[in-house]
Structure formats: C-alpha cells, structure tokens
C-alpha cells in the first residue's frame, strides 16, 4: 500500500478526532514514512510495518476517548472510552465490558436505594405533619413527633446517601477511563504515555 492510500484510509478514520489531534497523528505517520524512505526502505514496507490503516485510526480514537474520559469523566465519556476500547480487542470484552456493566449496575442500584430513602423521609416526615394539623384516613401516626423526627433522619441520610453515591460514581468513571486509556495504549504498543 502507498503512502498516500495508506494515509487516505487512516484520514477516514480520524475522521471524528479533533483537526488538532489529527494534524499531529498526520505529522507522525508523514514524519515516519520519510524517515524510512530516506532510509530506503519502500513505502509499500512502511505501510506494512504501520500495520492495517483502520486499526491504527480505531486505536488512535480508544486513546483520544480515554483520555477525554478521564480528564471529564461522565458517564457519556467513560461509555465511549469503553465502546472504543471494546472495539480494540478480545482481552477488552472479557475482561473490562463484564466488570464495567457489574459495577454500572450496582451504582444504579445504590442510586436508586438513596432516592428512595430521600423519598420515604421526606414523605414521612410530611405525611406527619399533615396528619398532626388534618388528620390522613391513608395514614396513622399515633405520635407525630417521633414520625416526623424519624422522617427527617431518613431524608438526612438519604440525601448523604446521594452525595456518596455521586461521589462513587465520579470515581468509578475516573477509574475506568484510566484503565481503558491504560488498555488502549497496551493494546497499540505504544509505551509513551501523554
């Protein structure tokens, strides 16, 4: 494959990096194909070497997603990074898709456990209260302050519930965005890290 063929495909696929990123990926790989020609070796050879153009291109992409991910890590960027390194190999599917959607999971279930707490304070606390000025024919609470004291205690620890929940999940999502751009990169062979 020519250099220009192999550059027309590697542009195909860089196609949704930023012309940042893709300027100094062109910079390389042209910087890489005239130091081999100076050297004499054919650009059919180089290309080669470089191995197939798309591969390259989907890894450049898993590298670029990782680490947006981890430099912002929601849960949009962490499922590309994911999604691209997914689409690198083998060792990605078995190893990083199970424990991702476990661990996705179990935070979904710790989030809905805390908004449930919040809800079951907050309506206690004032269904209580409303029970105490009208009385609820849905509702008893023979004692409205310990009802509506209880109530509250729910909410207070569902609500930090939430903020430990939201703090686990940013921590997760920088977690996995670090092991996706740490996977990306051993599966490209690159060593540099940026």
Known sequence: MSRDMFMLELAAGLRHLPEARRAEIYE????HFEEGVAEGVSEDALASMLGDPRALAREYAAIQAADIAKDQ???RNVTRAVASAVG?????IILVLPLWL?????????????VSMVVSGLAAAV???IDRVRPLSFVYFPQTWPAFFGGLA???LGLMCVIGVAALGRRLAGWTAAYVQINAKVLSGRRDAR
């Open 73 to 75: 890590p929601s849960f």
């Open 127 to 129: 269904c209580s209260l």
């Open 88 to 92: 690198m190999g083998m060792l990605t």
């Open 154 to 156: 729910a909410l207070s």
């Open 102 to 114: 476990a661990a996705l999971g179990v935070w979904i279930a710790l989030v809905a456990a805390s």
């Open 28 to 31: 390389d790989i042209a910087r």
